[in-house]
């Protein structure tokens, strides 16, 4: 009862530090409209860096992030990773070490103020329209073709199911196939902790972490074999693990 209380509380102050910090954020965010790509993108990822890193360390979330040294430079990767939080998102976009896009929901681009600083950072897709996966598919490309990492939650939706991960769908692992980029994969613990996907209105500020694993090459192999060999290697590190 007394930890709910207090978790409470803490959703409150971590909504009013996001927000706050939001107004602020937006400014710069929306002057890169202006710059042509990859450099918005670059500077919208340096402005986002600083901006969860702030978030995180005001509301008592401290985070934990192996394996950045991967990337190999002037390489861009495909990296995917397991999806248990709404916290996700806000570690593992900014732990990865150069400018990167995220797939993200068409339909939070429509909140107003949020869904401009929302959209910069993400390739935004409507799954419920054949049209807008298309054209979702076409722009993930050009971001790696423009050199920028492309972050991807293979499972689609958060995990609820009690296993380690759900069954991962084709897309990402098509991209990396058709296009030739690694898939890097990277598996994030305890963020469900923060935000649990049974409970509402609740904020609890504990540890995070995000570990970041070998590159899977992509090289004589179909989109249906990369994906069960990635599904494997998450799943495995993650029960070996999932309790340090």
């Known amino acids: 009862m007394v930890k709910n209380i207090i978790a409470r509380i803490m959703a409150v102050w971590a909504i009013l530090v996001f927000i706050t910090t939001m107004l602020i954020v937006w400014i710069p965010a929306w002057i890169t409209s202006f710059w042509p790509e990859p450099k918005r993108t670059i500077y919208v990822f340096r402005i986002f860096n600083a901006w969860m890193a702030f978030f995180l360390i005001m509301t008592g979330v401290r985070k934990k992030i192996t394996g950045k040294h991967h990337f190999k430079k002037g390489e861009a990767y495909v990296v995917v990773c397991n999806h248990n ?3 996700d998102v806000p570690l593992a976009s900014p732990a990865i070490p150069g400018a990167n896009k995220t797939i993200a929901k068409e339909e939070m681009a429509k ?17 419920k329209s054949e049209e807008s996966r298309r054209r979702s598919y076409t722009k993930m490309k050009e971001v790696l073709q423009m050199g920028l990492h492309m972050c991807i939650y293979p499972e689609g939706t958060r995990n609820k199911s009690g296993e380690p991960l759900q069954r991962f769908h084709d897309g990402a692992f098509k991209l990396a196939v058709e296009t030739g980029k690694s898939v890097l994969p990277a598996v994030i613990f305890d963020t469900v902790k923060v935000l649990p996907t049974d409970k509402t209105f609740y904020f609890w500020p504990h540890p995070v972490e995000m570990h970041f694993l070998e590159p899977i090459a992509v090289a004589n192999k179909t989109t249906q074999q990369l994906k069960e060999e990635v599904f494997e290697t998450m799943k ?4 070996q693990h999932q309790k340090l």
């Open 85 to 87: 939080s709404f916290m």
């Open 111 to 127: 909140i107003p103020i949020f869904g401009m600083v929302y959209s910069r950072g993400s390739v935004l897709v409507n799954r």
């Open 236 to 239: 495995q590190y993650y029960l």
